[in-house]
């Protein structure tokens, strides 16, 4: 049952930044779909967030467990942006 | 007496080559030495560094982190938690790499040190002391690119966490020398475009950015310590 809800309904390329796409981005540059797929992975974690702006701050990547951190402010540049895959569930 | 010392004529209407001679040497006050001007003193000249520490630590594998050169991005993939690091042993190494010019070292090192400084918090300042000699050689080295990457990452320092800028202020009489050099060192391009100002490569400008960025955050004495360091600084806050 949970494989299936992990898997999403649909997909759509970014066009312009918001929060979400810089969310999507943090996750995709560590291997994963989203933050679904990655609680698949990591049932047990809890995923590290930036008080200020709730920016994820710290990931595992998907391949070998090493961990990723990230800014506190935006890190998706303009050129990165159509690179984004937004999934619905 | 005069032609009989005088060396032969080479062309007609030619006048006899005189001898250069280095300034206040004997050959200089003979009569017909010519006194070449004094060398340069080479200020503002890259200067070599030697085999840094974080070289040998990055080639033995000591970092705890994934040494791929396909990085995705500009991220370091860090093999233990950065919270869990001791930063009294790593950070000041990964400083030390700011000397290198050289790919994957430069790369590393500089990411490195941001991602340390990113999420070190309270870890930083102790670790402020063992920090100077590592950007005083970094700074001497007088490569612009070294210096400007070195400017980004005191900016970054003095917001690291808080008190770090006044901790700072102490090691004025390190850091700030060099950076009296290069203060003055911009472009002059008239009303053309100057590139580097996008890049946040224009080594005047950034100098002067850090200095702000050193007064807003070194408390009340910064600004005095600055001035004597550096005449030509104005305050920001003050004026």
Same mark, same amino acid.
């Given at each position: 049952m949970a494989a299936v809800e992990a898997k999403p309904k649909s997909v759509r390329r970014a066009k312009y930044w918001d929060e979400n796409v810089e969310e999507a981005y943090r996750f995709q540059l560590a291997g994963y779909r989203d933050e679904i797929e990655y609680s698949k992975f990591h049932p047990q974690e809890v995923i590290d967030r930036w008080?200020? $702006? $709730?920016?994820?701050?710290k990931l595992k990547r998907r391949n070998d467990g090493l961990f990723y951190y990230y800014n506190?402010?935006?890190?998706?540049?303009d050129k990165e942006i159509h690179k984004i895959k937004l999934y619905t569930h | 007496m005069a032609t009989a010392v005088a060396p032969p004529l #080479?062309? +007609? =209407?030619a006048s006899p080559k005189a001898a250069t001679a280095d300034a206040f040497?004997?050959?200089?006050?003979?009569?017909n030495a010519k006194v070449s001007s004094p060398p340069?003193?080479?200020? /503002?000249e890259p200067r070599p560094y030697k085999p840094t520490d974080f070289r040998k630590f990055y080639d033995r594998g000591d970092?705890? @982190?994934? /040494? *791929?050169? %396909?990085?995705? =991005?500009?991220k370091i993939a860090w093999k233990v938690e950065i919270e869990k690091l001791d930063y009294h042993h790593y950070l000041p190494l990964f400083f030390d790499g700011l000397c290198e010019t050289a790919h994957p070292y430069e790369f590393f090192a500089r990411q490195g040190v941001h991602d340390m400084l990113e999420h070190g918090g309270k870890k930083i300042l102790p670790v402020i002391p063992q920090l100077i000699i590592p950007i005083k050689n970094a700074l001497n080295t007088r490569n612009v690119k070294v210096i400007c990457t070195t400017l980004k990452i005191l900016q970054h320092l003095v917001i690291s966490s808080e008190l770090v800028g006044e901790a700072l202020v102490p090691y004025y009489r390190q850091i700030l020398p060099i950076l009296n050099i290069y +203060?003055?060192?911009? /472009?002059? #391009? =008239?009303?053309? @475009? %100057?590139y580097s100002q996008q890049k946040r490569e224009n080594i005047g400008d950034l100098i002067q950015e850090t200095l702000e960025a050193f007064e807003r955050h =070194?408390? *009340? %004495?910064a600004f005095i310590n600055i001035k004597y360091m550096i005449p030509t600084y104005e305050s920001c806050i003050l004026n």
């Open positions: 008080p200020h $702006n $709730n920016y994820i701050k506190k402010e935006r890190e998706c540049l | #080479s062309r +007609k =209407g040497t004997v050959k200089a006050y003979t009569g340069k003193a080479g200020a /503002l970092f705890p @982190i994934a /040494l *791929e050169h %396909d990085t995705k =991005g500009n +203060k003055m060192k911009n /472009l002059n #391009s =008239g009303d053309g @475009i %100057d =070194g408390g *009340e %004495d």
